[in-house]
């Protein structure tokens, strides 16, 4: 399937993200590689989607396109009916810091910040308050149940613990959009089952839209959509909740 | 000031390197101070209001050959001079030769010479009244807790009495003030009575150190040491008349030119500092790329970035810097009174302190501008891939 359209319309609101003929080649030296191939691809407010695929296959490519940390070579790319791929580096750090949340394999927290202010970094780039700022990250660490570790630093914290300090980042301004780079690739069992549950959570209860890239297809049971990738092109869609 | 959290957790991130290279910053900017302190030290007297009142007469070929104490009377006929005194210098010491004393034999026309010298008539007459009087400075009296009234003996390190004793017995009449325009070391000097010094001493030659003209009119300078240099012209005594200011600059200069040395040494210092602390700094990004593509990622602009890492740098400058000057503040009079009196450094002025923390900001930005321009360019999705 060389251009795969995945629809998933909730009533009364259009798809949060709409891909078209998407493309993305990168210029190795002399040589171009292109690493997703025209994807058509609608994703709709409040959906929990699971980006799969073999190694190589464009899924982080597709990934970091959606979060706006790279730009297209060819093609359209609409979040909330804002075309970011229009937007030049500095526009698209304003579009980040207000729209998605991220999070990573390896966490990517700040050493040598402690759980509540490695929370508060995204609220730095608004006008709150000291006092604002630390109440909300209180609140976005209470809700991933780690309220009691807002004084420790990441070493002090176990890896699914970690993990969840980073989903309070990503959640802490509130974004429209999370974005999750296999998130539960670098934990156990029973770490990444309490991860994935607390991103369904945010998806079911506070309607976060979810786009989460994942190897494991059991984390991609925790998803409502399954799209797989294979050498730059969408080759299937499954609804799996 | 809410960065601040972030920039001061990024530069303690390696706490044992950054105590390192803070260590390397303090003990620069310890140097600044102390050299820029004995750069002033050595530079102070030559630039004063009064200086350019008063001509210097001494031997044209040095200041240690005499000049005959006849000459005082046809230098005080010249038109445009106010009055004339005579100094020689006397290299005291008190019990310890470590105890350096500033100490100079004057005729009782010297003080007069000099307005920055402030005495009261009862002082002046009590010095011209005793023979083995002596008057000192504010600063002298407080060192070694002299008293008017208290009988010092002082060791010439030059010149014996007539029964081969060094030690010359004083009677301190008075302990003089000094005006505020003062040059650095006045308030350290021990005066002493030219004759009392002239017929004690074992090579008595009626010969003066050096003559002080005090002028009517600073206008007049040039004219009247034409006039005075004339005097001796083709004799065996010939002499070179100056300003008090220029005759001080050049005193400072027989030791070296100590604004160039003080120069060389910090251009050393600091070159070694940047080059350090600059690897310090590019270290610290390199290690640090995954978390600056994090910030860039959750929206922190290029210009966020690039200032992050600025302030980084100039902040570890600024606490190194403000400390290293804090303990030169603290060490230069420590090291004035350890010294006895042979050094004589000023305390830190705000001038040093206001060029210390210009320096500190210039090299700040100088180690920090490449690593956070690095910052600043890194393509997020190349950084967190490990590229």
């Not at chain 1, 490519?61 to 060819?74: C, M, Q, R, V």
């Not at chain 2, 106010?82 to 105890?99: I, L, R, S, T």
């Not at chain 2, 307005?115 to 083995?132: G, H, N, S, Y």
Request: charged letters at 20%.
């Amino acid at each position: 399937m060389n251009a795969a359209v995945a629809e998933v319309r909730q009533a009364n609101s259009g798809p949060l993200v709409q891909i078209r003929g998407l493309s993305k080649t990168y210029t190795r030296g002399k040589q171009k590689l292109e690493v997703l191939h025209h994807i058509d691809l609608d994703i709709a407010r409040g959906d929990f989607f699971a980006l799969m695929g073999p190694s190589g296959s464009g899924k982080t490519t597709l990934l970091n396109l959606i979060g706006g940390l790279d730009s297209p070579t060819d093609g359209s790319l609409s979040v909330d009916g804002k075309r970011i791929d229009k937007m030049g580096e500095g526009q698209l750090a304003r579009w980040r810091a207000g729209n998605v949340g991220f999070v990573f394999q390896f966490y990517n927290l700040m050493p040598a910040l402690t759980a509540q202010k490695n929370v508060e970094l995204p609220l730095l780039l608004t006008k709150l308050s000291a006092a604002q700022r630390k109440k909300n990250a209180g609140i976005a660490l209470q809700l991933v149940g780690l309220a009691d570790r807002a004084t420790h630093k990441p070493s002090e914290l176990s890896g699914g613990q970690q993990q969840r300090v980073a989903i309070a980042r990503a959640i802490v301004s509130d974004p429209t959009l999370l974005v999750c780079d296999e998130p539960t690739g670098d934990l156990d069992r029973q770490s990444a089952e309490e991860v994935l549950t607390l991103l369904q959570r945010l998806n079911r209860e506070h309607g976060k839209t979810i786009v989460m890239v994942t190897h494991d297809p059991k984390a991609a049971e925790y998803a409502s959509h399954t799209l797989h990738l294979d050498k730059g092109t969408l080759v299937e869609q499954q609804r799996t909740a | 000031m809410k960065y601040f959290n972030l920039v001061w957790s990024a530069l303690f991130r390696r706490k044992t390197r950054t105590i390192f290279t803070l260590i390397s910053i303090i003990a620069a900017f310890l140097l600044f101070g102390l050299l820029n302190a004995v750069r002033v030290a050595f530079t102070s007297g030559s630039d004063t209001l009064a200086g350019n009142e008063r001509l210097v007469v001494a031997s044209r070929f040095s200041i240690m050959t005499g000049l005959p104490e006849s000459l005082k009377g046809r230098i005080t006929a010249i038109p445009g001079v106010e009055g004339v005194g005579h100094e020689n210098w006397f290299g005291g010491v008190y019990q310890d030769p470590k105890n350096f004393v500033f100490s100079f034999a004057v005729d009782e026309d010297y003080l007069a010479t000099n307005p920055d010298i402030l005495l009261t008539p009862e002082q002046r007459q009590k010095f011209a009244q005793t023979q083995d009087g002596a008057l000192i400075g504010e600063a002298l009296a407080a060192r070694y807790h002299w008293k008017v009234g208290q009988q010092i003996p002082l060791q010439s390190t030059i010149f014996p009495r007539k029964n081969g004793d060094k030690t010359w017995p004083f009677t301190i009449v008075g302990i003089y003030k000094t005006s505020k325009d003062a040059a650095n070391g006045l308030d350290q000097m021990f005066f002493l009575h030219w004759k009392y010094f002239d017929e004690g001493n074992m090579y008595s030659s009626h010969e003066v150190g050096w003559y002080v003209v005090k002028l009517k009119s600073p206008k007049d300078a040039d004219k009247v040491a034409q006039a005075i240099d004339a005097l001796s012209a083709n004799s065996d005594h010939e002499t070179k008349t100056q300003t008090a200011n220029a005759f001080n600059a050049s005193f400072a200069k027989q030791i070296g030119n100590i604004g160039l040395i003080v120069e060389a040494i910090m251009a050393a210092v600091f070159f070694t500092l940047i080059l350090l602390t600059g690897n310090t700094m590019a270290q610290a990004v390199r290690e640090r790329i995954p978390e600056l593509a994090v910030l860039k990622t959750i929206g922190f602009s290029n210009r966020s970035v690039l200032a992050l890492v600025l302030a980084e740098a100039i902040l570890l400058l600024v606490i190194g810097g403000v400390i290293g000057l804090g303990l030169a503040s603290v060490l230069a009079p420590a090291l004035a009174k350890g010294s006895g009196g042979m050094i004589q450094l000023p305390p830190l002025g705000w001038v040093i302190w206001i060029e210390g923390v210009v320096l500190m900001i210039v090299i700040g930005i100088v180690v920090g501008v490449l690593p956070a321009l690095r910052g600043m360019r890194l393509r997020i999705v190349d950084a967190l891939a490990g590229r």
